[in-house]
Protein backbone atom coordinates (compact mmCIF):
# COMPACT_ATOMS: atom_id res chain seq x y z
CA UNK A 1 0.00 0.00 0.00
CA UNK A 2 1.54 3.14 -0.97
CA UNK A 3 0.02 6.06 0.76
CA UNK A 4 0.90 9.91 -0.04
CA UNK A 5 -0.48 12.47 2.37
CA UNK A 6 -0.51 15.91 0.95
CA UNK A 7 -0.36 18.24 4.15
CA UNK A 8 0.46 21.78 5.61
CA UNK A 9 2.37 21.92 8.84
CA UNK A 10 -0.21 24.21 10.24
CA UNK A 11 -2.95 22.00 9.86
CA UNK A 12 -4.17 19.78 12.68
CA UNK A 13 -5.46 16.50 10.56
CA UNK A 14 -2.55 16.31 8.38
CA UNK A 15 -0.36 16.18 11.75
CA UNK A 16 -2.96 13.53 12.58
CA UNK A 17 -2.70 11.80 9.65
CA UNK A 18 1.19 11.59 10.14
CA UNK A 19 1.18 10.53 13.41
CA UNK A 20 -1.82 7.67 12.99
CA UNK A 21 0.59 6.34 9.94
CA UNK A 22 3.69 6.16 11.90
CA UNK A 23 1.43 4.42 14.86
CA UNK A 24 0.61 2.15 12.93
CA UNK A 25 4.20 1.59 11.09
CA UNK A 26 2.12 2.01 7.81
CA UNK A 27 5.22 4.09 5.25
CA UNK A 28 3.65 7.00 3.88
CA UNK A 29 5.32 10.48 1.84
CA UNK A 30 4.42 13.67 3.14
CA UNK A 31 3.85 16.53 0.92
CA UNK A 32 4.01 19.51 1.72
CA UNK A 33 1.04 22.23 -0.35
CA UNK A 34 2.53 25.69 1.90
CA UNK A 35 5.28 24.84 -1.33
CA UNK A 36 3.80 26.07 -4.50
CA UNK A 37 5.27 23.89 -6.68
CA UNK A 38 4.09 20.84 -4.90
CA UNK A 39 0.50 22.70 -4.47
CA UNK A 40 0.48 23.23 -8.30
CA UNK A 41 1.70 19.47 -8.53
CA UNK A 42 -1.28 18.13 -6.63
CA UNK A 43 -4.43 20.57 -7.79
CA UNK A 44 -3.01 19.50 -11.44
CA UNK A 45 -3.50 15.65 -10.18
CA UNK A 46 -6.73 16.51 -9.16
CA UNK A 47 -8.11 18.48 -11.92
CA UNK A 48 -9.71 21.25 -9.37
CA UNK A 49 -8.56 23.34 -6.31
CA UNK A 50 -7.55 22.00 -3.04
CA UNK A 51 -9.66 23.38 -0.71
CA UNK A 52 -9.04 21.65 2.13
CA UNK A 53 -5.81 19.41 3.80
CA UNK A 54 -4.79 16.57 4.10
CA UNK A 55 -5.52 15.24 0.45
CA UNK A 56 -4.35 11.67 0.93
CA UNK A 57 -3.80 9.12 -1.97
CA UNK A 58 -3.90 5.31 -1.09
CA UNK A 59 -2.01 3.15 -4.08
CA UNK A 60 -2.57 6.32 -6.50
CA UNK A 61 -6.59 6.56 -6.34
CA UNK A 62 -7.53 9.87 -4.13
CA UNK A 63 -9.23 8.55 -0.72
CA UNK A 64 -12.27 10.53 -0.09
CA UNK A 65 -12.99 11.89 3.80
CA UNK A 66 -9.03 13.19 4.42
CA UNK A 67 -7.85 12.28 7.91
CA UNK A 68 -11.82 9.93 8.70
CA UNK A 69 -11.44 8.26 5.31
CA UNK A 70 -7.64 7.34 6.75
CA UNK A 71 -8.71 6.10 9.99
CA UNK A 72 -11.29 4.36 8.29
CA UNK A 73 -8.70 2.73 5.49
CA UNK A 74 -6.33 1.55 8.53
CA UNK A 75 -8.73 0.42 10.89
CA UNK A 76 -7.83 -3.06 10.73
CA UNK A 77 -4.42 -2.20 10.28
Known amino acids: M ?3 IYGAEWCSFCKQAKSLCE ?3 VPFEYI ?3 DT ?7 SRLGFKAKTVP ?3 IDGALLAGGFTGLQRELANN
Open 32 to 34: DVD
Open 37 to 43: ANLRALE
Open 55 to 57: QIF
Open 2 to 4: KIE
Open 23 to 25: SKS
